[in-house]
T-cell receptor, first 117, second 110 residues
């Protein structure tokens, strides 16, 4: 089955530093990738939609200058949390959909637990 | 605006029982609806995907149904096992946006 690899699985960083999270589709081409954030005991919140070769579309209330998304190829999207603060500590999950299959299921990475101290 | 609601928020049942998880959505114009499983601190595992033209999908002990007109989907788990303990999320695909419910935390008692 389709596999999405997310790296790192856990990261601890100091306040003010930047952290990059990678999301790779290992055995398929993903035109579209999605980034989610999950607070404890809450549902996943869509942060942005990343389309290969174009700018990401951010959801209302998500700071695009803080959460930089790059989708440089059909198999890789990155989320960079810039100038991280403790309130950015959360669980971040990416998902990907096969190219040309608009109505296909989403495949998810295993998530990244970010802790900002 | 699409809203997805899952009831109950938490459920504990003895091992071996059959159970039903509910998911409702406000906008019936969905492309598909997907059920996921999430273990604590982990990512999501896709369980079943139902296209808007379908009424149900089955995989092993799992059966998911979809009633677009009433804005409802159910996930039926037969002969529950302790390994089924997890949070179950449903997600509606509307206009290429995936909207998640808050999930149902399921605990199967051995």
């Amino acid at each position: 089955g389709a596999v999405v690899s997310q790296h790192p699985s856990r990261v601890i960083c100091k306040s003010g530093t930047s952290v990059k999270i990678e999301c790779r589709s290992l055995d398929f081409q993903a035109t579209t990738m999605f980034w989610y954030r999950q607070f404890p005991k809450k549902s996943l919140m869509l942060m942005a939609t990343s389309n290969e070769g174009s700018k990401a579309t951010y959801e209302q209330g998500v700071e695009k200058d803080k959460f930089l998304i790059n989708h440089a190829s059909l198999t890789l999207s990155t989320l960079t949390v810039t100038s991280a603060h403790p309130e950015d500590s959360s669980f971040y999950i990416c998902s990907a959909r096969r190219r040309t299959l608009y109505n296909s299921p989403l495949h998810f990475g295993n998530g990244t637990r970010l802790t900002v101290t | 605006k699409q809203e997805v609601t899952q009831i109950p928020a938490a459920l504990s049942v003895p091992e071996g029982e059959n159970l039903v998880l509910n998911c409702s959505f406000t906008d019936s114009a969905i492309y598909n609806l997907q059920w996921f499983r999430q273990d604590p601190g982990k990512g999501l595992t896709s369980l079943l995907l139902i296209q808007s033209s379908q009424r149900e999908q089955t995989s092993g002990r799992l059966n998911a149904s979809l009633d677009k007109s009433s804005g409802r989907s159910t996930l039926y788990i037969a002969a529950s096992q302790p390994g089924d303990s997890a949070t179950y999320l449903c997600a509606a695909n509307v206009d290429d946006k995936i909207i998640f419910g808050k999930g149902t935390r399921l605990h199967i008692l051995p």
